[in-house]
């Protein structure tokens, strides 16, 4: 009888740890609230810089403003009307550029900066995004100020003790030289 007992539980034991395991539920749910709340402050952010750039670009009417497809404006210091090579992903660049706040405060100059090698798309030089954008934009030898929203520069990080956050900056940049990447057919 002690023997029909532990057999009755050793298959009780094994139909039940056959069991398929269960997922564990989450301790804490998130309903998106904190990334909507960002997307919405960010486009406030976007709106006001927005206004503030159309708003020195009309104060200056000397400059012919273009807008890039990327979100920033700017426009040529030195335009090349000869040149037809613009920069393609894997080129070497060689440029120079300053950081200014619109007002035109200087935050770091071209001599602080000094020349910048930079492979165009392949580079983990830490360059912003509006400059890895405008640089394809340039010719060798133009010179061009871009005007660059927050978030196409330094946006909430800024730089440390010289640019707060979120602060819309602009950028003068002189593309010295552009070596095209040798094609392997």
């Not at 550029?97 to 165009?120: C, F, H, M, R, T």
């Not at 940049?173 to 552009?178: E, P, R, S, Y």
Request: glycine share 6%; with cysteine; hydrophobic share 35%.
């Amino acid at each position: 009888m002690n023997r029909n007992i532990i057999l009755f539980l050793i298959c009780c034991l094994s139909v039940l740890s056959c069991n398929s395991p269960e997922a564990r539920k989450p301790v804490k749910r998130t309903s998106g609230t904190f990334i909507n709340k960002s997307v919405e402050r960010n486009k406030k952010i976007y709106e006001i810089e927005k206004a503030f750039i159309m708003e020195m670009m009309q104060i200056n009417p000397e400059y012919k403003y273009l807008a890039s497809k990327s979100g920033f404006w700017y426009y040529y210091n030195k335009q090349d009307s000869l040149a037809t090579q613009m920069p393609d992903m894997g080129d070497n660049v060689i440029f120079t550029y300053d950081i200014k706040k619109l007002n035109g405060d200087i935050v770091i100059s071209q001599n602080e900066i000094g020349l910048q090698y930079y492979i165009v798309d392949q580079s983990n030089q830490e360059l912003i995004s509006g400059l890895r954008d405008g640089i394809k934009l340039m010719k060798e030898g133009e010179t061009i100020t871009f005007l660059f929203p927050s978030y196409k520069a330094f946006g909430y990080y800024g730089i440390e003790k010289k640019l707060g956050t979120n602060v819309p900056i602009q950028s003068t940049v002189t593309l010295k030289f552009i070596n095209k990447k040798q094609k392997n057919y």
